[in-house]
């Protein structure tokens, strides 16, 4: 992807609870997903998880994790994340998308109980990703750029302007 950039533009709506994902219309319910809940260190209502319904829905993804089984599934929001754009994209440009997305806002983002895509960043795939995120979007940061969260511009406060 090198010299190329993309632009990936998500719209967020929610919050719903873990039955509300029951009722997603099944046959366009794929993309990323954001899950708020309790954590012992970090607390109450926050972000906790960021995932992706690729290949399944929603509800079957969602569903998969089995976040009803938590110590408190009450408390349990989900956000959901659908691509957006002037123009369709293929399945494999979307599939391209879904996954570089995913990716990225794990990285960014942090969330308590991802355990991949946080240690580094797979900076050729990434530095010239940038995702928008529009709507219901919660604590995800409305603009992430790649090469804001790559090593491109590390060593940018040795670099002196005005003498």
């Not at 899950?35 to 012992?40: A, K, M, N, Q, V």
């Not at 829905?57 to 349990?76: A, C, L, M, S, V």
Request: aromatic content about 12%; charged content about 20%; cysteine-free.
């Amino acid at each position: 992807m090198k010299g190329n950039s993309m632009i990936i533009h998500i719209s967020w709506s929610g919050p719903y609870n873990l039955n509300d994902i029951k009722k997603l219309n099944e046959d366009i319910d794929f993309g990323i997903y954001q899950i708020y809940g309790s954590h012992p260190l970090y607390g109450n209502d926050v972000l906790i998880y960021i995932g992706k319904a690729q290949a399944q829905t929603f509800y079957t993804r969602i569903k998969q994790e089995g976040w009803e089984n938590t110590n408190d599934p009450n408390t349990i929001k989900v956000y959901i994340g659908r691509l957006i754009g002037k123009k369709s994209v293929s399945e494999s440009e979307w599939d391209t998308q879904i996954n570089l997305a995913e990716k990225l806002l794990i990285f960014s983002h942090a969330p308590a109980l991802n355990s991949s895509n946080l240690n580094s960043l797979p900076e050729k795939e990434l530095v010239e990703i940038t995702v928008f995120n529009w709507g219901s979007h919660r604590q995800l940061y409305p603009e992430v750029s790649g090469k804001r969260w790559s090593s491109k511009y590390d060593d940018i406060e040795n670099d002196a302007y005005y003498s």
